[in-house]
């Protein structure tokens, strides 16, 4: 056998391992949902930021509804003519 063919069939045998392994990684992740889920309460994120040069920095604490429909209210502005 060939170099070239070698190669082929080593690349073949990768994707055949990589197609597996991502058939078993989906079907153990199936039905587990993504994200939080919904409910009544607020989810808080915290995001820091530290200046490498001495300047100091900055802590915030983000608060999100859990429910959608309440998350979805926040980007409707306050004076939307409804009309």
Same mark, same amino acid.
């Given at each position: 056998? $060939?170099?070239?063919?070698? @190669?082929?069939?080593?690349?073949?045998?990768?994707?055949?391992?990589?197609?597996?392994?991502?058939?078993?990684?989906?079907?153990?992740?199936?039905?587990?949902?993504?994200?939080?889920?919904?409910?009544?309460?607020?989810?808080?994120?915290?995001?820091?930021?530290? @200046?490498?040069?001495?300047?100091?920095?900055?802590? $915030?604490?983000?608060?999100?509804?859990?429910?959608?429909?309440?998350?979805?209210?926040?980007?409707?502005?306050?004076?939307?003519?409804?009309?």
């Amino acid at each position: 056998m $060939t170099a070239l063919g070698l @190669s082929a069939v080593l690349a073949a045998a990768i994707l055949a391992v990589l197609a597996v392994r991502v058939r078993s990684v989906l079907r153990s992740e199936r039905g587990t949902g993504r994200g939080a889920a919904p409910g009544r309460g607020h989810h808080v994120l915290r995001a820091e930021y530290f @200046s490498g040069g001495g300047g100091g920095g900055e802590a $915030t604490e983000y608060r999100v509804p859990k429910d959608p429909q309440a998350y979805a209210r926040l980007f409707v502005p306050k004076d939307t003519w409804k009309g």
